[in-house]
């Protein structure tokens, strides 16, 4: 699957959107992701997940992850249907008074695992979900996004797959040409 297939299937979905918006890392941007468009469509969703996990079994060789764990609540689809094309269990981390936090399920000393994520732009509820795993002695196999909006620059110490690798214009608030327009800005949440 070549990246313009992949943002055409953004775009057909209105996943990939265009106007003044507040990140969850506090950035500001003209195009915003919202993933959750493209995943309400399973057979989109299968397609785009079956790709990452080509992508991830090229790039791990001996692959032994046993779970795809996610965060709440965007990558639960993409944790989901990562597993599912991999042929795994998975589990996800959730909120508790704004952190992510193991309340369901439970990671074994020494379980491999893969964390899947729908978008990432700084990196920090993967690296929350990735020290989850650490503390509970999991192994850290892969990290796998749809989109890195990082551009390539949100790096973990594991190996990291994505289907989109863009970076679009980000702005700290005070220099937001965006505001400074009087532009309305949209909080499409995480």
């Given amino acids: 699957m070549q990246e ?21 890392s506090g950035l500001h941007s003209d195009r915003y992701f919202q993933c959750a468009n493209v995943l309400r469509y399973p ?14 079994r090229a790039g791990v060789p001996g692959l032994a992850a046993e779970t795809v764990i996610a965060p709440a609540m965007g990558g639960i689809l993409v944790g989901h249907e990562l597993a599912r094309a991999l042929n795994l269990k998975s589990i996800f981390a959730e909120k508790q008074d704004g952190k992510l936090v193991m309340h369901r399920f439970k990671i074994k000393p020494g379980e491999r695992l893969i964390v899947a ?17 650490e503390a509970c002695g999991g192994k850290v196999e892969a ?23 863009l970076e679009p214009k980000t702005w700290e608030p005070a220099q937001c040409p965006l505001c400074k327009q009087g532009l309305p800005m949209v909080h499409p949440g995480s």
């Fill in 4 to 24: 313009q297939e992949l943002l055409k299937a953004m775009e057909r979905t209105a996943a990939l959107l265009e106007g003044h918006f507040e990140l969850r």
């Fill in 43 to 56: 057979r989109e969703s299968e397609a785009l997940c079956a790709e990452l996990a080509a992508r991830i």
């Fill in 117 to 133: 994520e729908d978008v990432i732009t700084r990196g920090g509820r993967t690296q929350e979900t990735i020290d989850i795993v």
């Fill in 143 to 165: 990290v796998a996004v749809l989109v890195d909006r990082s551009g390539g620059k949100a790096s973990f110490k594991y190996p990291m797959f994505s289907l989109l690798r």
